[in-house]
């Protein structure tokens, strides 16, 4: 792991060691949730460091499950035999790594995918993405105030494009129920998952490919959020703001603009 950047390299090594390591039968949860965990001081060869890697590796090449109405973020393994799982909130309390059979399940099994096949260069920084870009002082007060001009007689329905982690969401300027992320990292999506696991919609798809398969149609969301990351040309913007209904707002870092249409 180089300066909290998870890559392909690092996810080698994670499946090398998981299966290097002694794992603890969870007797705990024998009758309702059989599985086995490794923890750092009690499983030999495992420190806080490998746990927080771990971690890492597993939210970004993972993808979400349920267990019944919780939403986490699972990893299975190459020959499908298991998948590995976290229960910290945050990736450097990580102290334990659990694994069960992917032969149980546990509740409705509906929870979104995030899985795009798109190698997005955001996918190796999403578990450090928060931490690298934290909301600002104030900014969920001063966003919402800017918007207070283009709400309409109900709460919004909400297109983010380039959703990322989900800031929208972070700062409180949609509900979850009614909002709609696109990003083509499903590592970044997974992060938005993780948070905000009641999400009423993920797209894990490139937006301009989305925009090709009329996935959205004019006036579908009374908001759209664009991130100004996204690149596109002149075409595909007026295309975007057909899909606005009230506003379209231009995120630009912490800068938060208001376009009415």
């Not at 409180?172 to 009614?178: F, I, M, P, W």
């Not at 998952?193 to 090709?212: G, M, N, S, T």
Request: some cysteine; hydrophobic content about 40%.
């Amino acid at each position: 792991m180089t300066e909290g950047r998870i890559t392909q390299q690092d996810l080698d090594w994670w499946l090398e060691f998981a299966t290097s390591r002694e794992w603890t039968f969870a007797k705990t949860y024998a009758e309702t949730a059989p599985h086995h965990y490794i923890v750092e001081g009690r499983t030999s060869g495992v420190t806080h460091e490998d746990m927080v890697r771990a971690s890492r590796v597993i939210h970004t090449f993972g993808q979400p499950g349920k267990y019944y109405s919780l939403t986490k973020i699972y990893l299975v393994s190459p020959d499908g035999k298991y998948r590995w799982w976290t229960e910290d909130n945050h990736f450097t309390d990580t102290t334990l790594v659990n694994r069960a059979t992917t032969r149980l399940f546990y509740g409705i099994q509906n929870a979104p995918s995030t899985v795009s096949d798109i190698e997005s260069p955001y996918d190796a920084v999403a578990t450090i993405w928060d931490v690298l870009h934290p909301t600002g002082s104030g900014e969920s007060n001063r966003v919402k105030r800017l918007l207070d001009d283009a709400r309409g007689k109900y709460p919004p329905h909400v297109l983010d494009i380039g959703c990322g982690t989900g800031r929208v969401l972070d700062l409180g300027l949609a509900s979850a129920d009614r909002y709609a992320g696109i990003d083509s990292s499903q590592a970044m999506l997974n992060l938005l998952i993780r948070k905000h696991p009641k999400a009423a919609a993920i797209y894990p798809v490139d937006f301009r490919d989305a925009l090709i398969a009329n996935t959205f149609s004019a006036g579908q969301f009374d908001w759209v959020f664009l991130d100004t990351a996204v690149e596109m040309t002149a075409g595909q913007r007026a295309q975007v703001e057909h899909i606005a209904r009230l506003a379209m707002i231009i995120v630009d870092g912490h800068e938060w603009t208001l376009r009415n249409v």
